[in-house]
């Protein structure tokens, strides 16, 4: 989906813009929340996830601060806070959001595909998006402008930031040549270790308008980073940013790949999609949980109609086959299913049988196994001979003595092999 702006809202935004390249010039605190000025109100408590931004690890600084100032991120957060004490209305504040969530998207993809210099974060590390994404949702929260904003109209610009920021609405291909679409998912389980990060966002970062030449075929790939949240699921966000490439017309993708971060030291290729949530032990980043269980599992409320189960049509075989040292790569048909007529989930290593309800698919019962039912629904709908289907990379994890410091070694080189594996596996696909 791309947002069109009217005439006057182009112009707002190109003054945005401009005014961005002034704005970021100017030394910026290292902080996770907006600045403190008067057209922000502090009181105002931001959602779970943004209460976040404020979390060290025992008591200590903020973790979220630090990446962000590491990353270089809050200097962004930094221009859309002054930038939104600007706006004299409601149109001139929609095009600021706009174009500055989609600035931050672009330095974010640009900043994942060229070198940093310590003690800069990593180019792959997705951290600082994600936070500085947070940081810029609490600062529409918090804001006071000075003409009247409705809660319709704040949360409709909360809206335009995220899917400004996501790669959503600058997913748009080029003429002339073969298109690749991937996701990933931000950090979550945060608050367990809010410095954790998700390398499938990692990936879709250093992916992001990239062109690979395969056999003589051109390919460019457009990325989208989804949030762990049930209720933008439930609002249609996936449907919303995927539908337009299985469309036909000039946006028309040639495969779509979901991803995911799922088991330690396993690359897995879901072939078994379940329409219904199940997970019950942890909730999303706002510690809402699915209302379901394996027992008893339940469908989105927005779910568009289709059967229990859904199969990938990537080419599975072939990617499986990728090296992805140290890990490895396989094709995952386990799934726990009801059977028809009874009441007790039952696993099933090679996939469902006739009638039986989804307890879990082969990629569990959370968001990441919805985001890829949700994907291949839509390719069944729209076009059912696209190439479309899941990818779980592994766990990134810290160095087991590493209990405090935002990065180390152990953790940079887990990334980089993760996201190099991505790569290689998706090239596979392409052959």
């Known amino acids: 989906m791309r947002l069109r702006p009217s005439s006057l809202s182009r112009s707002l935004l190109v003054g945005a813009l401009a005014l961005t390249s002034v704005l970021s010039a100017a030394p910026a605190p290292a902080v996770a929340g907006p600045v403190r000025t008067g057209c922000f109100d502090p009181a105002i408590t931001g ?19 630090e990446i962000l100032a590491r990353s270089g991120f809050d200097k962004q957060v930094a221009v859309f806070t002054r930038l939104l004490c600007t706006a004299p209305n409601g149109r001139a504040a929609r095009a600021i959001v706009q174009a500055q969530g989609e600035a931050l998207w672009r330095t974010a993809t640009h900043r994942a595909q060229r070198p940093q210099t310590a003690p800069a974060l990593p180019p792959t590390d997705d951290r600082g998006l994600y936070w500085a994404r947070i940081s810029m949702s609490l600062a529409l929260r918090q804001w006071q402008p000075g003409f009247d904003l409705g809660t319709s109209e704040r949360a409709g610009l909360i809206r335009a930031l995220e899917y400004s920021s996501r790669g959503i609405t600058s997913s748009r291909f080029s003429a002339g040549v073969r298109k690749i679409v991937v996701t990933g998912f931000d950090p979550f389980t945060l608050d367990a270790d809010v410095r954790i990060g998700n390398p499938s966002g990692a990936n879709a970062l250093s992916l992001d ?42 946006q028309h993708a040639d495969l779509v790949l979901t991803a995911s971060q799922g088991r330690v030291g396993l690359f897995d290729l879901e072939v078994f999609n379940g329409r219904r949530r199940s997970v019950s032990s942890i909730g999303d980043n706002n510690n809402l949980w699915g209302g379901g269980t394996l027992a008893a599992p339940v469908v989105s409320p927005s779910m568009p109609a289709g059967p229990e189960w859904l199969t990938t049509s990537l080419p599975t075989a072939r990617m499986a086959q990728t090296e992805v040292a140290p890990f490895r790569t396989r094709v995952n048909t386990s799934v726990l299913e009801i059977p028809a007529g009874e009441t007790t989930p039952v696993r099933r290593p090679l996939g469902p049988t006739a009638g039986s309800i989804a307890s879990e698919g082969a990629g569990g019962g959370y968001l990441s196994n919805e985001i890829a039912y949700r994907n291949t629904l839509q390719r069944d709908l729209l076009d059912p001979l696209m190439p479309a289907g899941h990818l779980h990379v592994p766990v ?13 070694p152990t953790y940079e080189a887990n990334r980089a092999a993760i996201v190099e594996g991505a790569h290689a596996i998706l090239r596979s696909a392409l052959t």
């Not at 990134?396 to 180390?408: H, M, R, S, V």
């Open 209 to 250: 308008g990239q062109r690979w030449r395969i056999g003589g075929t051109t390919y460019e790939i457009r990325t989208m980073v989804f949030p762990v949240r049930y209720t933008d699921f439930d609002e249609n966000m996936v449907e919303n940013a995927l539908a337009p490439h299985y469309r036909s017309g000039p």
């Open 396 to 408: 990134l994890q810290f160095d087991l003595e590493n209990k405090t410091a935002i990065t180390d």
């Open 47 to 65: 959602s779970v996830e943004e209460q976040r931004l404020d979390n060290g690890i025992d008591g200590g600084p903020s973790v979220p601060a």
